[in-house]
Every structure is written in C-alpha cells, then in structure tokens.
C-alpha cells in the first residue's frame, strides 16, 4: 500500500534557525513528489515537484531534494511568515488518478 | 487569474439532514479532485473527474456520498443523512493535466462542514 509518513509532528524554532523536515514515502513506482504549504484556514500551496532521485528545488529559504525512499524540506534562516504546515504528498504508478498526502509538519518560527 | 473558489466556506447540518459542497475550478482545467481533510491530518482522496467522466471514486466513504460534474467545469459534493463522522474540510482541487502526468494540484480553500 502507497504511504507517506511526515516527521516530525510539529516543530519549534527561533527566527534565523535553520532546520529540516523529513517525508519518507512508500510507493509502488514513484511518478512525482509534491511538498505543499497550508495556511489555517486556507488550502495547500504548491511549492515543488520532484520527479527522480537526486533532484533538488529552491525557493527563497526553502530548499526541497530527494531520495529513493525519502525527501527533505530544508528551511534556512527562518522567518515568523515562515509558519505554517508543511504537506508532503506523492503520485504514484498504482496510485491511479490519487495524490496521496502525509499528515504534515506543523511549523512555528518565534521572533 | 481567479483560483478554485468553494461554496460555502461554512457549512452547519443538523444530522440526518442533506447537504450539497460547490465547487468553481479554474477555468479550463481538465481535472478536478474531491479530498477530506480531518482536523490535524494530510487530505484524504475522496473522488477525481476528468472533465465531465468520474473516473475514480473510490475514496468516497460510503454510499451517502455524490459526486457529479455535469458538463465538465463546476462540481458538486452532496452529502445526504449527514452524520458527526461526516464533519471535516471538503477541499476541491483542479489541474490543467489528464491523470496520466503527474502535476501539482490547484486546492480552493474548502468548506468546513460541521454537523451537530
């Protein structure tokens, strides 16, 4: 059965902290990997696609690579407008017309 | 230009009562997506169209549950007999890509159903 498991639940950090947050995925044939970020009350944004083992995205202080059975978010020199949740999700062969999602990361950036 | 708009953003139910989620995808997107979201979990796939033609409803919890999109542009989620279980955010998403290419999902910013 295709997963995602996101870690950790939550995280704490003091402004300009650098840190990362983990996706680790089981799938039967991977097409893409997706990292969204969600606002409260609002829907996930998209940030990136990964396709293959060894990409690797930027944006701003947000930097997203990947493995064979994982992918990280890496945030450097947070900011507070960092905060937020922090979904990984990932298309696969069998997965038919389904994106599937991880719990997410709940991020807190303190000034 | 305009995003997925979602119709209401609020939504109370008595339990029992029956109750229809819109959903305005961006302008000529292909496909469209029906997910569930718990409160403090990922979405969770409820049902996909492409175009007009669903496709996958697998997701779909049980049989109380409707999807439709008629002619291929504007979606409807209807609920009937509500129940507590029921209460989450039903988040609508559409993408420009057939299911075969895999791509990035366009979410509106759902309605959050509560039934009491």
């Known amino acids: 059965e295709d997963q995602v498991t996101q870690s950790p639940e939550a995280l704490r950090l003091q402004e300009g902290e650098s840190s990362s947050l983990n996706c680790s995925y089981t799938v039967s044939g991977l097409r893409g990997l997706f990292w969204y970020r969600q606002d409260p009350g609002k829907g996930p944004e998209f940030l990136f696609t990964?396709?293959?083992a060894g990409e690797e995205k930027e944006k701003e202080r947000l930097k997203a690579t990947l493995t064979k059975k994982e992918s990280f978010l890496h945030i450097t020199a947070p900011k507070p407008e960092d905060s937020a949740t922090y979904l990984c999700a990932v298309q696969a062969n069998t997965g038919g017309f389904k994106t599937i999602f991880g719990a997410g990361t709940r991020l807190f950036v303190k000034a | 230009g305009a995003g997925v708009s979602q119709s209401p953003r609020y939504k109370v139910a008595k339990r029992g009562q029956d109750v229809a989620l819109r959903c305005d995808p961006i302008s000529g997107h292909v496909s469209l997506f029906w997910y569930q979201q718990a409160l403090g979990q990922g979405p969770e796939f409820l049902t996909y169209?492409?175009?007009?033609?669903?496709?996958?409803k697998s997701g779909l919890p049980s049989d109380r549950f409707f999807a439709e999109r008629p002619e291929g542009s504007v979606s409807t989620l209807k609920i009937q007999r509500t129940q507590q279980e029921d209460s989450a955010v039903y988040l609508c998403a559409s993408s420009p890509l057939n299911w075969d290419t895999p791509g990035p999902l366009h979410f509106g910013n759902g309605t959050r159903l509560t039934v009491t």
């Open positions: 990964l396709y293959s």
């Open positions: 169209f492409q175009n007009e033609a669903q496709l996958d």
